[in-house]
Antibody
C-alpha cells in the first residue's frame, strides 16, 4: 500500500525549532518529487516547500524562506522539514505530499519541461502548535 | 505574490451540476489541479492537468480551462461530494506552487 506518514509535530515556543519527518512506503520514494503543505486551523491549504527526487531542485514559499529547510534521505525513504525561528502563524497541520512528474525534454537550453500529475498521495498530517 | 481566486462557497441540490471556478493570471501558462478535502481528512486529488481525472475518481468530476479561469464541474452532485475544494497551480516561473483559498461545496 502506498503510504506517507508524518511525525515530529508538537508544541513549541515562538522562536523555537522543530523537525518534521515523512516516512514513505509502498513506492519507489527516490523516483518522486515531494512537497510539504500546511493548513492553519480553520483555514485553507498553503504550499510550503518542494524538493525534486534527487534534491537538486528546492523551492520555498516566501512565508518560510530563510527559516525552513526541506531535505530528503532516499536511502531511508524519508522526507524532512527543519523549521527554525517558529512563529505563531506557523501553527498548522503539516502534510507531506507526493508529486509525480515526467521529464518531457528541454523547453530551451537549461530549461527542462515536465508533465506534472498533481499531488497524488498525501499523509494524514502532523500538528505543529507555536505558542508560549 | 501570486494568487488564485475561488468563490468561498457554492450550493447545489442533489443531482444538479456544481461548478467551481478558479482564476489566476498564470493559468494560461500553468496547469491546474483540484483537490477535495472532507473534514478531518487529508486532501484528495480529483483533477490534474486542467481536465484529467486520476484513476478511482468518479466520472462526474471534470475540469476545463479557458484563459485565466479554470473550472471544476461536478455533474449529478451527490451528498458525499459535500467538501472543501481547492485549486492549485504554479506561478509563471513554475517555481512556486500556490493553492486557491478553497470553496465549500454544500449539498442542500
Amino acid at each position: 500500500e502506498v503510504q506517507l506518514v508524518e511525525s515530529g509535530g508538537g508544541l513549541v515556543q515562538p522562536g523555537g525549532s522543530l523537525r518534521l519527518s515523512c516516512a514513505a512506503s509502498g513506492f519507489t520514494f527516490s523516483s518522486y518529487s515531494m512537497n510539504w503543505v500546511r493548513q492553519a486551523p480553520g483555514k485553507g491549504l498553503e504550499w510550503v516547500s518542494y524538493i525534486s527526487s534527487s534534491s537538486s531542485t528546492i523551492y520555498y514559499a516566501d512565508s518560510v524562506k530563510g527559516r525552513f529547510t526541506i531535505s530528503r534521505d532516499n536511502a531511508k525513504n524519508s522526507l524532512y522539514l527543519q523549521m527554525n525561528s517558529l512563529r505563531a502563524e506557523d501553527t498548522a497541520v503539516y502534510y507531506c505530499a507526493r508529486d509525480p512528474q515526467v521529464h518531457l525534454g528541454e523547453l530551451s537550453p537549461g530549461q527542462p519541461l515536465y508533465y506534472y500529475y498533481g499531488m497524488d498521495v498525501w499523509g494524514q498530517g502532523t500538528t505543529v502548535t507555536v505558542s508560549s | 505574490s501570486y494568487e488564485l481566486t475561488q468563490p468561498p462557497s457554492v450550493s447545489v441540490s442533489p443531482g444538479q451540476t456544481a461548478r467551481i471556478t478558479c482564476s489566476g493570471d498564470a493559468l494560461p501558462k500553468q496547469s491546474a489541479y483540484w483537490y477535495q478535502q472532507k473534514p478531518g481528512q487529508a486532501p484528495v486529488l480529483v483533477i490534474y492537468q486542467d481536465s484529467e481525472r486520476p484513476s478511482g475518481i468518479p466520472e462526474r468530476f471534470s475540469g476545463s480551462s479557458s484563459g485565466t479561469t479554470v473550472t471544476l464541474t461536478i455533474s449529478g452532485v451527490q451528498a458525499e461530494d459535500e467538501a472543501d475544494y481547492y485549486c492549485q497551480s504554479a506561478d509563471s516561473s513554475g517555481t512556486s506552487r500556490v493553492f486557491g483559498g478553497g470553496t465549500k461545496l454544500t449539498v442542500l
